[in-house]
């Protein structure tokens, strides 16, 4: 019989991530697989959740309430519940949205946040074709890299230390597989496009209109990096556009909720080279690469 009366987000947050990585052992069938990768979702809000109380406890509330304050001042626990009814506490968007405007640092994981809410959402609510193994592999890459970076900047703590060293050894272990993986698989066509280079063949690339080219009523806001191009070693084009969230207000006014920059495009004019997938120009440029085109647009 169960005897905890009060729940912690650091608690739940370590015990769903062990629960979840229980489940997504190679010999588990496919339900427990998708059962896996959605506690380890609800895991990971949990933990964002954690890092916002240990912030302010009124911070994971999604709207803030005069008796709240008041039950802070004293010194009570602000949970989800309350005596007066419940309360709603922040999505994990919302709750990610919260830390980046304290820990700007987190900015660049914005598109990979949307990946993993979108995969949550498609694994609880949703049906239809879909790969479980990719979506299994960008889930728990994707809550590896950003729980790393949150332990870093917001915590100033390992890995090890947070999650333990047997949990995070697994989820360290998988993230840099399936990163090499991605990169071996790049590589090996980067070596068959340069091979079709070499011999003045048309590179088999999907021709990409820079947004800069495009005939529009609305004025382009993509910025633009140089880059070298790893099959003609040209100059190249990094193409970063902004990814807007828009919600509607309590009168069914478009509002404005957040607006982040996100990697749109590789295009080289001279050998027609290109990338769209922005894991693969992440890949390609690395991440460090990735943090400074990104801290420039935040300036």
């Not at 427990?32 to 933990?47: N, P, V």
Request: a negative charge; charged letters at 30%; glycine letters at 6%.
């Amino acid at each position: 019989m169960s005897t905890q009366k009060y729940l912690e987000y650091f608690d739940s947050a370590i015990g769903l991530y062990k629960q979840g990585l229980d489940l997504l052992s190679p010999e588990k069938d496919d339900i427990s697989i998708i059962s896996g990768c959605i506690l380890i979702a609800i895991g990971f809000e949990k933990f964002i959740k954690y890092v916002l109380e240990k912030e302010n406890q009124l911070m994971v509330l999604q709207k803030v309430e005069f008796q709240d304050v008041l039950n802070f001042r004293k010194g009570k626990r602000i949970g989800a519940k309350n005596t007066d009814g419940s309360k709603n506490t922040v999505t994990l968007q919302e709750g990610f949205d919260r830390l980046v405007k304290i820990f700007p640092e987190l900015k660049m994981e914005m598109h990979n946040i949307k990946e993993i809410v979108n995969d949550r959402n498609f694994l609880v609510h949703g049906s239809g074709d879909f790969s479980l193994g990719k979506t299994e592999k960008r889930i728990r890459a994707n809550v590896t890299s950003i729980s790393e970076l949150i332990c870093s900047v917001c915590l100033k703590k390992s890995p090890v230390e947070i999650f333990g060293e047997n949990t995070w050894e697994v989820m360290k272990n998988f993230r840099d597989a399936y990163e090499q993986s991605k990169a071996l698989k790049l590589e090996e066509r980067l070596d068959f496009l340069k091979r079709l280079y070499l011999h003045d063949e048309k590179l088999t690339c999907q021709k990409i209109q820079l947004l800069k080219d495009q005939k529009s009523l609305i004025p382009c806001q993509a910025t633009y990096d140089i880059y070298n191009c790893p099959i003609c070693n040209g100059k190249a084009l990094v193409e970063t556009d902004w990814d807007i969230d828009v919600d509607r207000d309590d009168f069914g006014v478009s509002v404005l909720t957040n607006a982040y920059p996100s990697l749109n495009a590789f295009v080289c004019s001279k050998c027609g080279f290109t990338l769209s997938d922005y894991e693969e120009i992440e890949t390609l440029i690395g991440q460090e690469t990735v943090r400074k085109i990104f801290t420039m647009e935040n300036e």
